[in-house]
């Protein structure tokens, strides 16, 4: 029998609201290679998240919905470097409901397009293409892909070089190519196909093409402006060595040049030849192969929710799934590590609300970035049948907290033996992993529930600590039981018991007779003659017993127990057969195992 009652969070404690360090809450799967996340700016709630194959999809209310938003996946070439990578929104969307994409079509090379939306907001048609700008691609790769509307409203297109590696044709510092640079047009004045904006930098420098805002960038993967300052960060993919973020203050005019292919951050990329940094803006933060070897560029967090987020400038490594935090302080920049996910982070995105999200790009999934590393006090540290505080070896136990899992709803962990994690949430107990039966965030209650190693030794404290996908908790003191008993319920109050012979659940409709021997359900009765292990099945052939039962008693009365131990089939799960006392009275009996809260049967 499987008591999905573990589960219960009814009568959860409360817990401390956490603050600090980055955690990831899932927010939607089920997502084809997702590139970029982007909000329409129509205070509609939806998500927009770019499929790299050539499809859009929307996330309202947590939930994927089923129909793509936009399937352009026939004029799309991909995969590698290539594909649909850019989706903006201009000012304004909810009056004019056309929209923009960047993607590679089926000649390899960049395209920047116009859509409409049809009658049903949901749905955009594919036929109604209207191409503004298409830059030819001598390689497969170094495609940027971004597009964003900028403070002044004009649209901002990130060109990588072109491929290959090294800038084999010097696009980054030509002139007059588009590769290799940030662009700047106004594709909403009704031009066709653009305007060039007259304050751009090049407009009347001969040589240039006056779309250039900006020269010698590698590959532009991700870039934003804070919606607070305008501000523009950028994360520029770097070559063998250097990942870099470079950073324009709202007041530039733009002309910067980033150094590609002379420089590779702030480091000569072929010093052989020699190089100058004469004129070159260099990055305002770089790393090297041992925090990855693909920048993604993020956001600085604007939102109202997370205050311990306000102000940073967040991005990360696709490779090695580090998360950092950028913000400028009085000593200069200030850099730190705040978590290693180990996802492929593709992309960042904003909600209309200034919420900041990730995509992992390999397993299809969207992420909340959230303040606060896992917290729990000890009293958050409960059997898992009663919620009462302590542990008891081999028993089944539960956390509540916050910061300690990643995801909405419920995931239990897939068999036997238990997993030591689920979902890259662990428990270490005394600096070992325990084993993992289920994780939960159900209406904003994050709990996991776990087996306590049957090692742990009663009368002393052992050290708890919860890491969730790398981001640790402070280690917390728990009291080890002898033991610590709990029944289990179905609804909080009726107990899990099963009818022995028959093997169908005791409940008002169905109620135990008296002399009749049923099957009860508990955990935190203590110590076995023949421990499975921690995180194995207890064996059906033969039963593990409990080495001191406590009593049992239905309506105060004294149950005669035939069986006291682990369940077959299950860990840290105890059962046990009892008769229903002879002068039991009829109805709601109150059930106890010796000093365990009271749980309710039925009795006919």
């Known amino acids: 029998m499987c008591f999905t009652a573990l589960l219960l969070l009814a009568s959860a404690p409360a817990f401390p609201q956490a603050s600090g360090r980055v955690r990831l809450v899932e927010v939607a799967r089920g997502f084809s290679s997702p590139v970029d996340i982007a909000h329409a700016g129509d205070a509609s709630g939806r998500l927009f998240v770019v499929e790299q194959r050539g499809r859009i999809r929307i996330v309202r209310d947590n939930a994927l919905l089923p129909a793509p938003f936009l399937d352009i996946s026939a004029r799309v070439s991909c995969c590698g470097e290539r594909g649909l990578l850019g989706l903006a929104f201009p000012p304004g969307f909810r009056e004019k409901q056309h929209f923009y994409v960047n993607y590679t079509n089926r000649d390899g090379h960049t395209v920047i397009a116009r859509y409409r939306v049809t009658s049903d907001p949901d749905l955009a048609g594919p036929a109604s293409e209207t191409v503004l700008l298409t830059v030819e691609q001598p390689y497969s790769n170094h495609n940027g892909g971004q597009i964003v509307f900028g403070p002044g409203g004009d649209l901002y297109v990130g060109m990588g070089d072109g491929g290959s590696g090294g800038d084999p044709h010097n696009h980054a510092q030509n002139p007059a190519s588009l590769l290799g640079k940030m662009l700047r047009i106004d594709v909403e004045s009704g031009a066709a196909p653009y305007r060039v904006p007259a304050g751009n930098p090049f407009v009347s420098s001969p040589g240039y093409r006056p779309e250039i805002w900006a020269t010698g960038l590698r590959n532009p993967w ?109 000593s200069g920049w200030k850099n730190e590590l705040l978590l290693a996910s180990r996802f492929a982070v593709s992309t960042f995105g904003e909600d209309d609300e200034g919420n900041l999200y990730l995509a992992d790009h390999g397993a299809g999934r969207v992420y909340l970035v959230a303040a606060g590393s896992p917290a729990f006090s000890a009293p958050d540290v409960v059997n898992g049948a009663s919620f009462t505080s302590g542990l008891a070896p081999g028993s089944i136990s539960t956390l509540f907290g916050a910061g300690i899992t990643g995801i909405n709803g419920i995931l239990q962990a897939p068999g036997f033996p238990l997993p030591r994690a689920l979902n890259g949430v662990e428990i270490r107990v005394n600096g070992v992993p325990a084993p993992l039966y289920a994780l939960a965030n159900v209406n904003g209650r994050e709990q996991i529930n776990w087996q306590a190693p049957e090692e742990l030794v009663p009368g002393t404290r052992a050290s708890v600590v919860v890491s969730n996908n790398g981001a640790g908790s402070p280690p917390v003191e728990v009291d080890v039981l002898p033991q610590h008993p709990g029944i289990f319920t179905l609804d909080g109050a009726a107990a899990a018991a099963l009818h022995n012979a028959t093997y169908q659940l005791v409940s008002s409709s169905s109620p135990a007779g008296r002399g009749e021997e049923i099957a009860l359900y508990a955990t935190g009765l203590g110590a076995v003659d023949r421990p499975p292990g921690t995180g194995n099945a207890a064996p059906a052939a033969t039963p593990a017993r409990a080495l001191h039962c406590p009593p049992v008693t239905v309506a105060g009365l004294a149950a005669e127990v035939t069986f006291c131990g682990l369940a077959p089939g299950a860990a840290g799960l105890y059962q046990l057969n009892l008769r229903i006392p002879s002068g039991a009275p009829s109805g709601v009996a109150e059930v106890r195992v010796g000093a365990s809260p009271p749980a309710w049967i039925a009795v006919r």
């Open 222 to 330: 991700r870039f934003s402006f804070d919606r607070s300052t305008g501000d523009l960060w950028i994360g520029d993919v770097g070559q063998n060595r250097y990942e870099e973020i470079h950073f324009a203050p709202a007041s530039s005019a733009g002309g910067e040049n980033y150094g590609w292919n002379r420089m590779e951050a702030a480091h000569c990329f072929s010093p052989s030849s020699g190089c100058s940094q004469a004129g070159l803006t260099l990055p305002v933060v770089e790393y090297g192969r041992t925090g990855g070897c693909s920048v993604t560029g993020g956001f600085v967090y604007r939102g109202a929710r997370f205050a311990a987020l306000q102000g940073l400038y967040l991005y990360a490594d696709y490779c090695s799934g580090n998360i950092w935090g950028l913000e400028r302080a009085a």
